[in-house]
């Protein structure tokens, strides 16, 4: 059974960095796309970066300039860098590929920017 286990979350004050880790295990497949999500409460599930097998990236508006997603192809990982992060930031964070074998979701962590 696959499995991404996320980590690196936690608490941080305005304007620090953190970063996020995504790591697979499990199987044999081919990834095409991977990615971070978010989810605040009382929020849906939003698009925060996501970086295609070719290299191609998007990001979502809000945390442009301040976030960066990066990947390691041989351990089938994926980064989140996010700097100058701000109280809205504030959600779980979510790794998810688009694989071979479909989509597959973390568990999440929680990401928590206060004073």
């Known amino acids: 059974q696959v499995r991404l286990v996320e980590s690196g979350g936690g608490l941080v004050q305005p304007g620090g960095s953190l970063t996020l880790s995504c790591a697979a295990s499990?199987?044999?497949?081919?990834?095409?796309?991977m990615g971070w999500y978010r989810q605040a409460p009382g929020n849906q599930r939003e698009l925060v970066a996501a970086m295609s097998s070719g290299g191609s990236t998007n990001y979502a508006d809000s945390v442009k300039g301040r976030f960066t997603i990066s990947r390691d192809n041989v351990k089938n990982m994926v980064y989140l860098q996010m700097n100058s992060l701000k109280p809205e930031d504030t959600a779980v964070y979510y790794c998810?590929?688009?694989?071979?074998?479909?989509?597959?979701w973390g568990q999440g962590t929680q990401v928590t920017v206060s004073s």
């Open positions: 998810n590929y688009y694989a071979s074998i479909g989509h597959i």
């Open positions: 499990g199987g044999i497949f081919t990834i095409f796309r």
